[in-house]
């Protein structure tokens, strides 16, 4: 299964809403998580199982979607938040795949 | 509190081996699945291979299989990654990753830090 997120960055104001999009090629159901990365860290899961936030991650990231299109909303964007953001897959793994990112900038 | 330590990384000359290891605490290993997900420098993750909790299921990348191993140790805390074979292209960070208390599929809530392995001649 390959995941295709977009857009590649996105240039977004502090405050400003940022919405990222994933799309699968084939159904995953709801068997999707979004990742945070920050540069010289390890991913931070935000969100699984599509909607559930993670413990501890604000309220002002959402996740949405089912079969092959997802998105992950950031409402108010945060300096924090500028970042990379994975989707990735599990539906019947093996194998267990990653989008390629989307970086989220400041505009 | 959580805590993933990898090892074992470093130089190594392409066909050679590896040998990759997890140190987990703070939480009951024995009751987690865990894998192995790797950054090549400067790009996106990549799935490697996960293990279930007791080693009875274990998967591979593609790109990985029939060179790599997972195994683990529940009695000593620890997760393995046997790695034979290695190429260029194997060049990466090692993240172990724990698989999510509460969830029903294979998403990871924590992360270690990673070691670097390096595939040059």
């Known amino acids: 299964i390959v995941m295709t997120q977009s857009p590649a960055t996105l240039s977004v104001s502090p405050g400003g809403r940022a919405t990222l999009s994933c799309r699968a090629s084939?159904?995953?159901?709801?068997?999707l998580a979004w990742y945070q990365q920050k540069p010289g860290q390890p991913p931070r899961l935000l969100i699984y199982?599509?909607?559930i936030r993670a413990t501890g991650i604000p309220a002002r990231f959402s996740g949405s979607g089912s079969g092959t299109e997802f998105t992950l909303t950031i409402s108010s964007l945060q300096s924090e938040d500028f970042a990379v953001y994975y989707c990735?897959?599990?539906?019947?793994?093996?194998?267990?795949?990653f989008g390629g990112g989307t970086k989220v900038e400041i505009k | 509190e959580v805590q993933l330590v990898e090892s074992g990384g470093g130089v190594v000359r392409p066909g050679g081996s590896l040998r990759l290891s997890c140190a987990a605490s703070?939480?009951?290993?024995?009751?987690?699945?865990m894998s192995w997900v790797r950054q090549a420098p400067g790009k996106g993750l990549e799935w490697v291979s996960s293990?279930?909790?007791?080693?009875?299921?274990?998967g591979y990348a593609d790109s990985v299989e029939g060179r790599f191993t997972v195994s683990r140790d529940n009695a000593q805390n620890s997760l393995y990654l046997q790695m034979n074979n290695l190429r260029a292209e194997d060049t990466a960070f090692y993240h172990c990753?724990?698989?999510?208390?509460?969830?029903?599929?294979?998403?990871?809530?924590?992360w270690g830090q990673g070691t670097l392995v390096t595939v040059s001649s």
């Open positions: 990735q897959q599990y539906n019947n793994w093996p194998p267990i795949t």
């Open positions: 084939q159904s995953v159901s709801s068997n």
């Open positions: 703070g939480f009951p290993f024995r009751a987690y699945g």
């Open positions: 293990i279930s909790w007791n080693g009875g299921d274990t």
């Open positions: 990753a724990r698989r999510t208390l509460g969830s029903e599929g294979w998403d990871f809530d924590y």
């Open positions: 199982a599509a909607s």
